[in-house]
């Protein structure tokens, strides 16, 4: 039987190109457009207490919409199995990226760190907090732009973003000394530290708290103590330890961060954590969709609106929509026109 029947017709099933804990991920196709997609694979019961995080995901993807945050376009549920289908990221993990070149310049780590602030700062702007912010969960598409990804953990405290959190999660390597000693810590607060990492990883190639041993690893990241290697500036070195500040009252806030004069220097304008692809009307989108099903454009809209936001419909308008702001033709199959 065809493995997965529910694709059938919607999206073509390509190689696996990754296997996380729980997942599978495999290229794919949109057939309606000819966009290429990543489809994330989950076997309901392989996920076992894992389940809350894939619908934890879903919920915040489905809120999500950044530049610099893997977009959703569909969720495909059936008896046995989710498929997340996702934006493409040709370029892989970051992680792969900085051991190629060894580790970047500081003008290169600039770039890519810019685009990881303002996605943090979005979602803290919302509430989030992503709580797992390592290299692995950073990808590049195909213009090397970044895109985080794994939101499995992210948390959206009720009490808003000065609620307490008390899950422990993550990768320890990247765990901040409050989520190590088991206290209560602030989403936010954990996510600069992460990031923290992040930022050194970029400038030095490996990373500030290694062991092979967690209870080494452990005492490192409370010790806060970390080599800086010779071709550290002294204001990366100054970021770096504003964000690996054991005590997190002491550390950056993602405001300060966003200002920070590491940030913006060679830069007209401070980190702004405004989105800019917003589920904007596109009537150019509208006008092909409508082409092909024959409904006139405000119905297309109204449905899109109203729908649950992870439907053939919406991926096929969300990947129209990223052709366009590509500047390529915008096509549609017209096989497609029983799909939406
Ligand atoms: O599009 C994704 N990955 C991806 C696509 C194409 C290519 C590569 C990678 C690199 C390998 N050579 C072929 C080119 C892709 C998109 C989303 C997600 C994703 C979003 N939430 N969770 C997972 C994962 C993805 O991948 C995982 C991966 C696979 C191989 C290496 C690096 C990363």
């Known amino acids: 039987m065809v493995r997965y029947a529910a694709l059938k017709g919607l999206y073509d099933v390509d190689k696996t190109i990754g296997c996380g804990g729980f997942a599978k991920v495999k290229l794919g196709t949109h057939v309606a457009t000819g966009e290429k997609v990543a489809i994330k694979i989950m076997e309901k019961n392989a996920l076992g207490d894992d389940l809350p995080r894939v619908k934890m995901e879903v919920e915040a993807l489905k809120t999500l919409a950044h530049q610099h945050v893997c977009k959703l376009y569909q969720v495909i549920e059936t008896d046995s199995h989710y498929f997340m289908i996702i934006e493409y990221c040709s370029g892989g993990e970051l992680f792969d990226h900085i051991v190629e070149k060894n580790r970047l310049t500081e003008t290169e780590s600039r770039k890519f760190f810019r685009q990881i602030v303002s996605a943090v700062a979005y979602l803290h702007s919302l509430g989030y907090a992503h709580r797992d912010l390592k290299p692995e969960n950073v990808l590049l598409d195909k213009q090397q732009n970044l895109k985080l990804i794994d939101f499995g953990l992210c948390a959206k405290p009720k009490g808003g973003m000065q609620a307490h959190l008390y899950t422990s999660c993550g990768s320890p390597t990247y765990a901040a000394p409050e989520l190590v000693l088991g206290a209560k810590y602030l989403g936010s607060e954990v996510d600069i530290w992460s990031m923290g990492v992040l930022l050194y990883a970029l400038l030095c190639g490996f990373l500030?708290?290694?062991?092979?041993?967690?209870?080494?690893?452990?005492?490192?990241?409370?010790?806060?103590?970390?080599?800086?290697?010779?071709?550290?500036?002294?204001?990366?070195?100054?970021?770096?330890?504003?964000?690996?500040?054991?005590?997190?009252?002491?550390?950056?806030?993602?405001?300060?961060?966003?200002?920070?004069?590491?940030?913006?220097?060679?830069?007209?304008?401070?980190?702004?954590?405004?989105?800019?692809?917003?589920?904007e009307k596109d009537k150019e989108v509208l006008v092909t969709m409508s082409?092909?099903?024959?409904?006139?454009?405000?119905?297309?809209?109204?449905?899109?609106?109203?729908?649950?936001?992870?439907?053939?419909?919406?991926?096929?308008?969300?990947?129209?929509?990223?052709?366009?702001?590509?500047?390529?033709?915008?096509?549609?199959?017209?096989?497609?026109?029983?799909?939406?």
């Open 208 to 279: 500030p708290f290694d062991d092979s041993s967690i209870e080494n690893l452990y005492r490192k990241i409370l010790s806060g103590k970390y080599d800086e290697p010779s071709w550290l500036s002294c204001s990366s070195k100054r970021l770096i330890r504003s964000m690996l500040q054991t005590d997190p009252k002491k550390r950056i806030t993602i405001q300060e961060l966003c200002n920070h004069p590491w940030i913006t220097a060679g830069f007209l304008n401070p980190v702004s954590f405004k989105k800019n692809t917003n589920f």
């Open 291 to 340: 082409a092909i099903c024959h409904e006139d454009r405000e119905h297309i809209w109204q449905k899109l609106m109203e729908g649950s936001r992870t439907d053939y419909r919406t991926a096929t308008y969300l990947l129209l929509l990223d052709r366009k702001l590509r500047g390529l033709p915008l096509r549609l199959s017209s096989a497609s026109r029983t799909h939406f």
